[in-house]
């Protein structure tokens, strides 16, 4: 770490600061040159806290040279991580196809989708059981009975699932899930990560809506530094200005997560642009970035006949893109 | 709630889609003209799922007329809402000034702000016992501990306490606690706010980074819908792109809230800019506004002398603001 | 357009507004429901000021219907516009490669390039003569001379150039230009474009740092509505909280421009991220995602050495992504 | 100015570094650590390319230790510039409240409104000439003929004018003008900026919606450094993801600018905000935030009973709004 200095800090001010530093255990290498006087700090700099460093008085900036993950950072952990759920593998050349419907909503349609999916080529199932919303008013889905259904689905058609986890107490009942979410407005619940890493399941991990990638990071490492090296990390849109989608699809995220952790990268075209039409061109737009994998909405509602063209693809539009995404894989390698 | 159709829209889709509106049990009326046609939707629309109504192939664009939340709105509850936590109250032309260190760090530390900030005229004590940190090797609080010494600051100055919850398993260590703090990364965790709205506490909910003042409303609305009707709102900055403060405070929101809602709005300008030399004209500003109260760190440290400087105040620091609150809250009368 | 007018508008009220409007030249179709009442607004509503009319105190709400764009408008115009220049064309199944350097510094150096990218497949020459700089200080681009320069490649490659403009006065060196660029810090400056819309060169139209879809279209039309309809769009990245990447490219962009509008839509990673290593993924992202062409930088500078890694491709970088382009463009088909 | 070069940078990879920096005619310094090494680099480096030192390979990070603007710096020009325009002055203590209509649309609306106005305290006449507008199709404003009815108003009242200027063509109408505006839209039409320079007029220099305080100080000191210093801030508001307001008014940036700058700081709430009924609220917290001035818009139009409610104050509630700026402003000292 780097501490740059103003101008006209006194010895006084200096003797102090470095007496502080050294307290935390730091080697502190001073280098005064004639216009600013630069600290580097040698040792485990992951413990200081940065905003308070940076916002004494005569601190100019400060720098982390080692970035403040370390169980999450390929520097350390050159190679890809794998994480494997039954038959699927993602990460280090290893492509998953998540796909399934925004909420369980009965046997019947979890069953069909999961079988529509899997024939498509998809490799894993998603569905919510466990419903965040904005409104206490709207439907929170099914929630203990959704896991079941989604089991169900899961033993009819080989299928590991993933769904999403919302409190630390509901844990008992993901006992047989394959894959825990932790949903972008959780990102930073950092109880629940914690809890997550004493567990050894999979996690796929969601960037937070205004969060940054190192937040996204610093999150996995709030998870690693318990033990659970399983997971999954997923970019599903940051919110800006702009409002003809939903949210903003940030897909320079994927090359740039796959430059700073070993960890894989999914991306979530459905939530992120909140309209089916942009899901396939978004999708392939992430399998040519670089992904890792897929994870998309698929309904299967003959009785909503209105719905078509909502988030969700039909399992016939669910079919294009899956088969769009082998020749494009094929074509960046 | 308007939903505007596309035009081209076939009769038997307009007929689906009503159908499947009136299963809501909701009356609609429609109004075709020679554009569009116009649904008007008639009864509990808070449970419509209005994301997915908008992601419909038909719909133009979807707009609420009465807001989503109902017990937070001033338009159903005229008149001001009054919290009164001990000796202090809350909103209706009452003004609370809240004030204390970041973390409690030891009895000392905190008996002794405690006493300045009330000298200066301080109503609240605040002090941090659980800290949300990004990195889970920084320093996470005293915790239990820190409530403990809180308590014991109560004691000695009669001020009531705010402190941060991030776990509703910790909920028992609250139990003398006078105004339990939501942070601003968990206003979206919607269980957390569920189990505060079965308590009888004043909850302090800070609104989240990224969380528009709708969102924010509706996150008290989750806490008023179990129950609890005592809340108070805190601005405290939002992400933007400006990385010249830490976050952007958005002090418009003072005066929305206040135009949409019956709750108090309180204002901490201290994490919102980072630097103790912002807090206090934007602590001015925030008065001027129209806020309901101030949240602001002060610390005491005399050991610390570099800390100067840094985001809290020195107790006379603080006393200088003190004073200048009151001249502002009579200038604006 | 329709208008939603609030709960408790007097008839007298009424009656202001809808007199107001029909002085517009409007037909006003009035619906009362019993919690609103809707305003249909027919005619040329492209002349209502939007802004006023939400603002006004009785006011809901306002939705536009039509989009305010008229010409630029895929409704009106199906067929996608291709432009054409010397031996190059973009939009309706043509792509554009444009490469070339960040600024012209040298006739070597140009030249050089020029041949460089259009062995690799280049169909268009790219390189700034003047140039939009932060600082005062900064070097501001050759201009006249550089552009001569430009043409110097023209000759020796056949290859049509494009170079930007910042000021209506310097319009005469550009007679031999093929394609003027306006830069994302000019795309509202209304008075140039509606001067570029007189000229019957192709406008190269940069999205606006913080600038909404909708807006880039409303520049679009600026140009078009003085009768030159020779626009090809460009996504270079927005401003959002995220610094890992120096904007964060919007590609979800492409499929909505492409919805909204018969314009070609091209793609700049290069100024999007800022970063050699992630010019190659989001280039790829682009194509994948629908783009007609993509503008990119590459240099070579042997004389800097160092210079690899910045912003630009080297030749042999450009060349290996050149490959995927086509490749990519295959397998979406 | 700071460069921390990556670990593993080669000995020769650093000698072609610092040639190139010493080819700029700046001294380097170089302090090799055990982690990063550090070059110091001396001169004026107001004249380096960050942005490509930034992305050079071998390079972590860079920090400018000096700003990049000179002129407007308040580390060079401690005392506070006070711009004088006929009997106001604005800065250095004196605060200047700008009050007037959206746009100029008659002799008659521009005189009573400017008579209002003064009789309330005003000292200086805003009224729109030239109207930047995001639609070709909207009113452009009165143009020429508005800017001789401001000088009828001002011949009728005494008080200053300002005006917005959207192209440096334009510059023969604004002999009369006493401040010259820059628009958000033109904040970096760097060419505009540099004519402006050469003028002896004061200018206001309104904040971009996406850009930073340093941008904004950036494009002050393009007209600096032409020669005028005569130059007025404005903050407006800035782009967020929130839409409760129009924008989002930043007003930390007021006393984050006076720290940084000596030039005089206003504030635009009618635009930052959209809404009458958040003028008022907003334009106390920003006087009590320490800005300057205010720029409030005004409106005169009984013809248009309709419009009381919109983003314009009537005469009597600029009048309150004026009384209530004093007593703030002695509130605060």
Tied chains: 1, 2, 3, 4.
């Excluded at 007496?19 to 290498?29: A, C, I």
């Excluded at 050159?78 to 050349?93: F, H, L, N, Q, Y």
């Excluded at 203990?144 to 008992?172: C, Y």
Aim: hydrophobic residues 40%; aromatic residues 4%.
């Amino acid at each position: 770490m780097i501490a740059i200095l103003k101008h006209g800090t006194t010895p006084a001010q200096l003797q102090h600061l470095v007496g502080w530093l050294k307290n935390m255990n730091l080697d502190v290498h001073i280098s005064e040159g004639s216009e600013v006087t630069v600290l580097g700090l040698i040792g485990d700099t992951s413990r200081v806290d940065m905003e308070l460093l940076k916002s004494l008085d005569m601190v100019e900036t400060v720098k982390r040279v080692s970035e403040p993950y370390k169980q999450a950072n390929r520097k350390f952990h050159p190679k890809d991580t794998i994480v494997e759920v039954g038959s699927a593998r993602i990460g280090g050349g290893y492509f998953a196809t998540i796909a399934g419907p925004c909420s369980v909503e009965s046997e019947e349609q979890i069953i069909e989708v999961a079988q529509a999916v899997k024939a498509s080529g998809a490799t894993i199932l998603r569905g919510g059981a466990f419903k965040p919303r904005t409104s206490p008013y709207a439907f929170q889905g099914m929630k203990g009975e959704g896991i079941r259904l989604l089991l169900e689905a899961k033993k009819a058609t080989g299928l590991p699932i993933v769904t999403e986890i919302m409190n630390i107490s509901a844990l008992d009942l993901f006992d047989d899930v394959d894959i825990i979410q932790v949903g972008a407005r959780n990102m930073q619940n950092f109880d629940l990560l914690k809890e997550l890493g004493k567990t050894n399941k999979p996690i796929l991990l969601k960037r937070g809506l205004a969060n940054t990638i190192q937040e996204l990071l610093m999150s996995a490492e709030y998870i690693m530094s318990e033990g659970n090296e399983k997971i999954i990390l997923c970019e599903r849109g940051i919110r800006t200005f702009e409002t003809a989608t939903r949210n903003t699809l940030d897909l320079s995220a994927v090359p740039v997560l796959h430059s700073l952790t070993h960890l894989p990268v999914v991306v979530d075209p459905s939530h992120a642009t909140g309209k089916a039409d942009l899901v396939a061109p978004m999708a392939y737009a992430a399998v040519a970035s670089g992904a890792d994998g897929l994870m998309i909405e698929v309904h299967n509602n003959p009785a909503c006949a209105m719905c078509d063209g909502a988030q969700s693809l039909t399992p016939a539009q669910f079919d294009e893109v899956a088969h769009h995404i082998a020749k494009i894989r094929e074509a960046i390698q």
